[in-house]
């Protein structure tokens, strides 16, 4: 029988079954239990209708000529704050695109996979050695993914102690997706303000009770501070009982220097895709292990992978575990590319990262500062918030960003985090050099100027790229999803 997916994709499950072979289990659909006729026969396609047909060559220049129209990391500066738009090298892509790596179906049997179960288990151990956690398990497919599964853990540990609490505190410089994943895992959130851009103790203190499951911290924050508070915190709130969640998105400021398992912290997520290469955008994809403590080990997300003798196995026995979060094991091709990051960098490259990705986030806090408006004065971390108070000519944020784009750069975060009024949220990737920092800055510094002298050139920006400037609302409101209608 002849069935079309969604994609398209013609999948016939007799030739499937002919192609495998009965005696290897795991390589035929079978294995997956999937039924011989699972589509009711009413819901099958007999044919394609409807598909263009173009000539390869048409199909080859039309992508091509799109491609030409993007901007990367690869075509010049992407200084986006909080998405940290990492060096990626490009010998991570060759060890992603191994044959034997990427042909590995995920239902191959365990004794066929050892080279890649044994790679996700010796990240997990990098990643444990690096944030100093007891242990790691990397089945998130994402950062929110990762503040799910270690959220659901809290949850889990609690409960199993009999005391399910109901609160979870959330600072205004945490991340967007902190009180979303706390919510999604039943939890009230109890916002609590920062305090020259950091957390006090004293604010935790008033807020921390005895129905208080954790605290959600994001640090480095969405300030790019360090919170500086961070031990005195974790003792506050373990006196009371509860634990603390670490958003650790931006360990790229961190790692190599200091540990946040070290500090108290009691459950991290890692983003692979921000801190350890891969690159990403528009959503994806991503990987999101979730380090703990070792009284929260038996919660964790299951299968774990794990070393028996010179075998690694995913472990499923494990009756005090939240479950499982994926189909399967964790978005493979992301670990292999954080592994191959780790190792090829080693510690002292991985801390040199680190000093290089703040050295640049002060260097241009250094160099705008006096133009543009900063309103929290520490050191940076690994990215600096700016705001636009103090912009000439009624222009805003969003004029500065847009005249960023005919200079030639793509625009930093901007509104985000929403502590700062206008922000502008600048993250500059630590591979670049002090020259491209300087022509950035001379741009920003440049865009003031013209904001107090021809505002116009800021209010009818971008004039340069193929598309002008959008009607932000309507595109919002009623995106165009097809590209053609009918
Ligand atoms: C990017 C980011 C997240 C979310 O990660 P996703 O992989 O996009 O789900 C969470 N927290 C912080 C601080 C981030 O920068």
């Known amino acids: 029988m002849t069935q079309l997916g ?19 289990k795991g390589y035929s659909l079978s294995a997956l239990d999937v039924p011989e006729a699972s589509l009711p026969d009413e819901l099958c396609r007999d044919e394609i209708s409807g598909f263009p047909e173009l000539s390869e060559v048409d199909v080859v220049r039309h992508f091509t000529r799109l491609s030409t129209w993007n901007y990367g990391v690869d075509s010049g500066f992407y200084p986006l704050g909080s998405c940290t738009m990492k060096y990626n090298p490009k010998v991570n892509e060759v060890a992603a695109r191994m044959p034997g790596l990427v042909d590995v179906h995920p239902a191959t049997p365990q004794h066929l996979t050892q080279g890649t179960l044994g790679l ?17 398990t990397v089945q998130p497919a994402a950062g929110a993914h990762g503040e799910l599964a270690g959220m659901l853990t809290i949850r ?25 994943t706390a919510s999604l895992a039943g939890y009230d ?11 006090s103790v004293a604010e935790v203190e008033a807020h921390m009770d005895d129905d208080v499951a954790a605290l959600m911290v994001t640090n480095p924050n969405t300030l790019g501070l360090f919170e500086t508070n961070i031990e005195e915190i974790c003792k506050v709130v373990h006196e009371r009982g509860g634990l603390v969640y670490c958003d650790g998105a931006n360990l790229n400021a961190l790692m190599g220097i200091a540990r946040p398992g070290d500090m108290g912290i009691d459950v991290m997520h890692f983003n692979l ?34 070393q028996d003798g010179d075998d690694y196995r995913l472990d499923d026995d494990r009756p005090q575990s939240i479950g499982r979060l994926l189909a399967f094991n964790g978005n493979f091709g992301i670990m292999l590319r954080a592994y191959a990051y780790i190792r090829s960098m080693g510690a002292a490259g991985l801390r040199h990262a680190s000093e290089i990705a703040v050295l640049n986030a002060n260097y241009i806090r250094a160099r705008l500062e006096g133009t543009y408006d900063l309103p929290y004065k520490n050191r940076s971390l690994h990215e600096v ?15 500065v ?40 800055c001379e741009a920003m510094i440049a865009i003031a100027g013209e904001a107090r002298d021809n505002p116009d050139l800021l209010h009818d920006a971008p004039q340069l ?4 400037r959008l009607d932000e609302t309507t595109a919002a409101r009623k995106p165009k999803l097809k590209w053609k209608e009918g």
């Open 120 to 136: 996700m288990y010796h990240l997990q151990e990098a990643l444990a050695e690096i944030s100093g956690f007891a242990a790691v």
């Open 401 to 440: 960003a847009k005249r960023l784009i005919d200079y030639g750069y793509h625009p930093p975060t901007i509104y985000f985090p929403l502590v700062v009024r206008g922000a502008i949220m600048i993250e500059p990737t630590e591979t670049e050099s002090q020259e491209i920092l300087d022509e950035f």
């Open 465 to 468: 790229p193929r598309v002008r």
């Open 273 to 306: 895709h921000k801190t350890f290469s891969t690159p990403h955008g528009g959503g994806g994809p991503g990987s999101g292990p979730v380090g703990v403590v070792a009284e929260l080990i038996p919660f964790l997300p299951k299968p774990f992978v794990v």
């Open 189 to 199: 959130v109890v916002p609590i303000a920062s305090n020259g851009g950091v957390l």
């Open 385 to 399: 918030v700016f705001s636009d108070k103090d912009l000439e000519g009624g222009c805003h944020t969003l004029d």
């Open 6 to 24: 969604a994609s398209g994709l013609v999948l016939n499950e007799k030739l499937l079954f002919e192609h495998s072979d009965p005696g290897r």
């Open 156 to 180: 889990a540990w609690h409960e199993a102690r009999g005391n399910a609490r109901s609160k979870v505190l959330i600072p205004d410089t945490a991340h967007g997706t902190n009180p979303a």
